[in-house]
């Protein structure tokens, strides 16, 4: 007998919390451009929203339903462009959220992309390979007639990897009876993924991390960093950061969290995660909370976790100097204004983790021209694109007397508008 064990679509409090800060940065955006109105209710809302649910054979031969999204936001500027998460508290209004997030974050690097999110609710801790296998394809082929090289290019995001896209590629190419790399980004090099993909946040991060040091005359070598998460993104931008001579001197992980005023040898702390699965427990650091993490006296402190992390209630304990969100909105707009009335500059996530994107953008183009480039090209035109995107967000950023979050949506929402206005509506 079959149990079929049916997962009912998720809605939540943080979710809507999550799109209600989104919505909010745009509104206060728009009223600083005096914004056409009309233009900002089509910014306000997606264009298309997918909801499926996609019944999974488990290992046991049960059958279980989970439930799917993609959202669409603006495509004024070029294809759907976003990352597809697998994780327990997917739900709608934080899919919204993040496709919206990915518009401006691909306007802000001056990506010929708009922005969409996908992601499905489940628990990839909790199931096999071939389990996240048959999700991956299900979930894709329900996604076929909405996505495509031209149209809606996903990537990875939380729980997925090079992997997953691949299992997408492969699943659209069957579906269009030829091979269409260029479907997605994120994958294998061997199936035409690019040099630098893996660690294109975190070098994004890393770089953004740097120029923020330059505008605070803060010399990067010697630095006290702080990490939360030592996932993909945080693994490796403490790992770059370090090369470049910054202390890492505490990370964090869905476990706790370690400290050591020494520094901490990424390279070797990644060894012990992949033997433990954690950072808990690494020779000679001290364990201690996320939330002690948070409050740790520091010159950088990178939130590279999940969103909603700095709140108001530990705004006001945050020791460093400054922020850069390696996470998508690690920062509620109450917090925000905590941190800026204290003078804690923030680089946003829609600058600081922008690499990720802009390196997908690369792997495209490479994939429509059946070229692959060297790492050394990917990661020059990776610098040359976040420097440049770095230093208009603080032209905008003086030029309003705002600060940086601010800067940066009004330089990305400025981009889509006049996209938008351009176009028109039609029919």
Known sequence: MILHIIAEPTMNDSGTA???HVLRQLDTAAEILNLDPAIHEVLKKPKRILMVSVPVKMDDNTVRVF????????????????????????????VIALAMLMTWKCAVVDLPYGGAKGGVACNPKEMSIHELERLTRRYTSMMFEVVGPLVDIPAPDVYTDSQTMAWIMDTYSQLKGYQVPECVTGKPLSLLGSHGRAEATSRGVAIATRELA???????????????????????????????????????????????EKGLNPQALMEHKKKTGTVVGFDGAKQIT????????????????????????????????????????PTTPEADKILTERKIIVVPDI????????????????NLKREQWSLEEVN???????????????????????????????????RVAEAVKLLGIWP
């Open 18 to 20: 999550f799109l209600n």
């Open 67 to 94: 439930m799917g999204y993609r959202v669409q936001h603006n495509n004024a500027r070029g294809p759907y462009k976003g990352g597809i998460r697998y994780h327990p508290n997917v739900n709608m209004e934080e």
């Open 214 to 260: 330059k505008l605070l005359n803060k010399p990067l070598n010697g630095a006290r960093v702080v990490i939360q998460g030592f996932g993909n993104v945080g693994s490796y931008a403490a790992s770059i950061l370090h090369e470049w001579g910054a202390k890492i001197i505490a990370v964090s992980d869905s476990r706790g969290g370690i400290v050591d």
């Open 290 to 329: 996320n939330e002690e993490l948070l409050e740790l006296p520091c010159d950088f402190l990178i939130p590279a976790a999940l969103e909603n992390q700095i709140t108001p209630a530990n705004a006001d304990k945050i020791n460093a100097a400054a922020i850069v969100e390696g996470a998508n909105g």
């Open 351 to 366: 600058l600081a983790n922008a690499g990720g994107v802009t390196v997908s953008y690369l792997e495209w183009v490479q």
């Open 380 to 414: 020059a035109k990776l610098e040359q694109k976040i420097v440049t995107a770095f230093n208009d967000v603080v032209r905008y950023t003086k030029q309003y007397e705002s600060n940086m979050r601010t800067g940066a949506m009004l330089l990305a929402v400025s």
